[in-house]
Structure formats: C-alpha cells, structure tokens
C-alpha cells in the first residue's frame, strides 16, 4: 500500500558528499517517523538517523556532526545528506517509514515500509 523510491547513490571519494532521497507513495494517511539504515560489506542492518513527525532528530554516534536528516512533509520525502564521507560509511542505505494509511474496510491501518536500497561506496 506504501511504496518507497530511493536515489542518490554512488561512488564519491573520502571527504565528499552524497544526499539521498527516499520519497513515500500510496494511500498516506500520516507519518511519523522516518529514518535511514545501512547495512555494509558483512555488517548488520543498523540505524543511522531518525526524524520524527515533529522534526526531532536523533543519530548514530558514528555520523554525528557530518549527517543530517531532514524531511519534506507535503511531499512525504525524507533525506539524508551525507558530508566529510569516510570508507566505512560505504554501505546500502535503506529509508524506513512508520505510519498510518487509509485502509478500504479499515478506516486507518499503521504500516511499516522499507525502500529498496541504494549503494554508497566511498573509495579513491
């Protein structure tokens, strides 16, 4: 009922920057939080920043200061613009919303949704 369609991957070098989007589709009711995830070479999935519906913010200790989060909400679009860009952060980045849909029986249905996931390499 929910799609997500990410963008903004790719190959940059150390101490460059990315922004990603990740924009939500279908029947909408409301969101409340969204955030991003990465996943790296033989790493768990791990969370990297978090928005929510009031536009706090809350980050992974190891992008602190060089990410930030921001959301576009008439649009249903979240970002994550990425600076001073290290090796380790090299990893899929997945979007993540949490939210409420118009439901056809139900009036209202929460809903859970991942986008598909765009590579960012960070290399020389």
């Known amino acids: 009922q929910v799609q997500l369609v990410e963008s903004g991957g790719g190959l940059v070098q150390p101490g460059g920057s990315l922004r990603l989007s990740c924009a939500a589709s279908?029947?909408?009711?409301?969101?409340?939080?969204m955030s991003w995830y990465r996943q790296g070479p033989g790493k768990e999935r791990e969370l990297v920043a978090t928005i929510t519906g009031s536009g706090s913010t809350n980050y992974a200790d190891s992008v602190k200061g060089r990410f930030t989060v921001s959301r576009d909400n008439a649009n249903n679009t979240v970002y994550l613009q990425m600076n001073s860009l290290k090796p380790e952060d090299t990893a899929v980045y997945y979007c993540n919303v949490i939210g409420v849909v118009r439901g056809i029986v139900v009036p209202f249905n929460p809903f859970n949704a991942w986008g598909q996931g765009t590579l960012v390499t960070v290399s020389s």
């Open positions: 279908g029947r909408i009711f409301s969101i409340n939080a």
